[in-house]
């Protein structure tokens, strides 16, 4: 099985006549997601590479007879995100990826909580989406189809990652050493995202495809001493291990400067690599300093444990 | 964005909470001529956007008008923690009875505003939380339904004020935490707010932090306090050649993304990476193997060839960078071939040969076969997703290591 999707789901793409949107569009169409609709306001009556385009979410609702569709990927400009992601959550959509990046925290807060009210799941913002291998992907994530297929084989491992390039770069890792992914999700490198680690790991627990979780992470915030909370808390059957990138940013002369992504700044003593690899490996969660070591590391922790 | 004290009381102040009759001063003479309608002690304040004034005697308390323009000349000149004043503010000395802390700040986890106050204010609200911890009032709020008076007044009452004094504090608070939410703020503070002797009360001193991501619906604030967009954001630093450099090409392109850094860096591998965690891991990769970078950088987003060829040269042109290492975590938009031509280009056109100068290509993607063929033309080592990020470092690192002086 896997997580959030499945070869069933259906989807809309908010935003769908941008560069970017249509892209995505033809890659996720190629690998075989089921896209129902999408929406631009003002360009009713188009289409994009066969996908009819409409102004409203209600109106795809309506020309898929009512059945709301399961997703949305949200891909407009930072200033109407909101409005549009306020839009599906209205409309009854559950699951909401968000790539659109610089996004105001205030914004992603209130989208967060309208979410949170209606049983809606954000993913994102500023994430590539996700993808069950051989089965569906949401968003642009691993890019063309082919490329998708390249690096991300099914097989039983977990993916959570604050960069959706690096999503790949491990997937593709894991494929080729054998292990495979079960479900990759690529979760957004803002400071306020949707969905984090413990947030998601609940659902890898009742898949039973997964057996391990591989996680990415980078210094800024605490979604990591989240994840060791939820982790002591928690008797999971799930080993985890997990690649913290930016180290370097511990040095006295990278204080307060940030890199990479939004989310990414070192603001507080607990923020820093230092501090949560300390924490995730006092949670049990080995951290280990090369990408190449993360199937070995996996492996050894499926052995552990059986 | 952060802001100078007289602009964070200047915000303050337009959302209706009381601040005290100060004054913004460039030269002493104006200082002086504040000191002289305020008419009576005044505390002279440097405007630095950096903490530990007070100890670096950037705050100085004077008695007549002579005085304030004395001290506010000898401040002017004074350096703190490398950032020189923009000027001086000019503060009626406050006969102040008590001192409280009230702030705003974001809380990634509960993904909701924090609302913090303290009847222990005038120091660092983080020792307060550690020592007193009873004398901290901690409430998150909602960023979707209006804030309420109350949940200010809750926040204030679990630090165990009572009386007068919460009547008193709750609309204070309470505007702050709305200026919290419709300012952008990632940060709003008044400490210490202030009673004094008369019982009203006022800021004496506030902290404010804009988010980056705010400031284009935010305009009509920052044009309110004169800030024009030709101050950025205030970093931490002032931006170096090279970092200002690369931000130039960047903006003569639309197509794809660019970013470099160098403040901190010193080395003599030159670094041409991507994406966003791609950069943060082969930057650990580089140093993990022995390597010094000599520079941070980001490309993404499908660059042209020209935006490629401009990062390069800029880092080839850094004082000290013998070779470049060019590497990306598996690519699906950013064109492989690109890149390559590219990096290729900036040798050339700097009278350098491709082959000895890039030490690495490591960029396993999209177009990798048409990349591939360019770079073997021109003698360029390079490798596909087989070799890992850290190989690759390693690979770039012993050439450098290599390499004769």
New interface residues.
């Given amino acids: 099985m896997s997580i959030l999707i499945d070869e069933n789901t259906t989807f809309i793409v908010q935003g769908i006549t941008g560069r970017e949107a249509v892209n995505l569009t033809r890659e996720c169409l190629d690998y075989g997601s089921k896209i129902v609709g999408g929406v631009t306001p003002g360009r009713k009556g188009r289409d994009v590479h066969g996908v009819p385009v409409f102004d409203t979410v209600e109106q795809v609702v309506e020309h898929n007879g009512g059945r709301v569709p399961d997703g949305s990927v949200v891909t407009v400009p930072?200033?109407f995100t909101k409005d549009a992601v306020m839009e599906a959550i209205a409309a009854g959509i559950g699951l909401i990826v968000i790539v659109t990046e610089?996004?105001?925290?205030?914004d992603?807060?209130?989208m967060?909580?309208?979410a949170d009210a209606r049983g809606a799941r954000i993913i994102g913002p500023n994430c590539l989406g996700l993808v069950v291998p051989g089965v569906a992907k949401m968003g642009?994530i691993?890019?063309?189809a082919k490329?998708?297929e390249q690096?991300y084989q099914a097989g039983n491992v977990g993916v959570m990652?604050?960069?959706?390039?690096?999503t790949?770069?491990i997937s593709?890792?894991l494929t080729?050493a054998g292990l495979g992914v079960s479900t990759a999700i690529s979760i957004g490198?803002d400071?306020?995202i949707g969905s984090?680690y413990a947030e998601l790991m609940p659902l890898f627990e009742a898949d039973e495809q997964t057996e391990a979780i591989v996680i990415?992470t980078?210094p800024g915030?605490?979604?990591e001493?989240?994840l060791a909370e939820w982790v002591a808390e928690n008797d999971s059957r799930l080993p985890i291990v997990a690649?913290m990138?930016?180290?370097?940013?511990d040095?006295e002369?990278?204080?307060?400067?940030s890199?990479?992504?939004?989310?990414?700044i070192v603001e507080g003593k607990e923020d820093t690599a230092t501090e949560k690899i300390a924490r995730l490996e006092a949670a049990g969660i080995p951290v280990v300093?090369?990408?190449?070591a993360i199937p070995d590391a996996v492996r050894e922790k499926l052995g552990a444990a059986a | 964005m952060r802001f100078y004290e007289y602009e964070s009381r200047a915000i303050v102040r337009d959302a209706g909470i009381p601040v005290t009759d100060y004054g913004f001063a460039r030269t002493a003479e104006e200082a002086r001529e504040i000191a002289e309608r305020i008419g009576g002690p005044t505390v002279i304040k440097s405007q630095v956007l950096t903490g530990g004034r007070m100890k670096a005697g950037g705050v100085q308390f004077a008695d007549t008008p002579d005085e304030a323009a004395e001290h506010a000349e000898a401040i002017l000149s004074l350096e703190i923690n490398g950032h020189m004043p923009r000027g001086v503010l000019v503060d009626p000395r406050a006969q102040v009875k008590q001192e409280y802390y009230a702030g705003v700040v974001w809380d990634g986890t509960a993904k909701r505003p924090l609302l913090l106050f303290s009847d222990m204010g005038g120091i660092d609200i983080e020792q307060v939380a550690e020592e007193h911890p009873d004398h901290v009032g901690r409430r998150h709020f909602s960023n979707l339904l209006p804030f309420s008076d109350f949940q200010a007044k809750q926040a204030i009452a679990d630090a165990g004020v009572t009386g007068g004094a919460l009547g008193r504090l709750t609309p204070i608070v309470a505007r702050l935490a709305r200026l919290f939410r419709d300012r952008d703020m990632t940060l709003a503070e008044i400490n210490p707010l202030a009673q004094l002797e008369d019982g009203t009360f006022v800021a004496l001193d506030a902290h404010m932090e804009m988010e980056n991501e705010g400031m284009p619906r935010q305009k009509a604030v920052l044009a309110k306090l004169g800030i024009d967009e030709s101050e950025g954001t205030r970093e931490g630093h002032e931006p170096s050649e090279f970092e200002a450099a690369v931000k130039a090409i960047d903006s003569a392109d639309h197509r794809g993304v660019i970013q470099g850094k160098d403040t901190g860096f010193h080395g003599n591998l030159g670094l041409v990476i991507g994406a966003g965690g791609g950069s943060l891991t082969l930057t650990d990769a580089v140093r993990s193997q022995g390597g010094s970078p000599a520079n941070y950088s980001e490309i993404g987003g499908n660059p042209s060839v020209a935006k490629a060829c401009g990062l390069a040269k800029q880092v080839l042109q850094k004082d000290g960078v013998e070779k470049i290492a060019v590497m990306m975590s598996i690519v699906s938009n950013t064109r492989v071939d690109i890149v390559a031509r590219g990096v290729i280009k900036a040798c050339l056109e700097l009278g350098k040969d491709p082959g000895e100068t890039i030490a690495i290509f490591r960029i396993p993607g999209a177009w990798e076969e048409e990349g591939f063929k360019i770079l073997d033309r021109y003698g360029v080592e390079y490798c596909d997703r087989s070799v890992s990020m850290h190989e690759a470092a390693r690979r770039a690192v012993a050439k450098i290591q290599g390499a004769p002086a």
């Fill in positions: 930072p200033a610089r996004i105001p925290r205030g992603v807060a209130q967060v909580e309208a642009g691993g890019g063309p490329n998708t690096a990652s604050r960069s959706g390039g690096m790949t770069e593709s890792t080729a490198g400071a306020i984090t990415y980078e915030g605490r979604m001493a989240q690649f990138a930016g180290r370097f940013m040095d002369e990278m204080k307060g400067m890199f990479g992504h939004a989310g990414t300093e090369r990408i190449d």
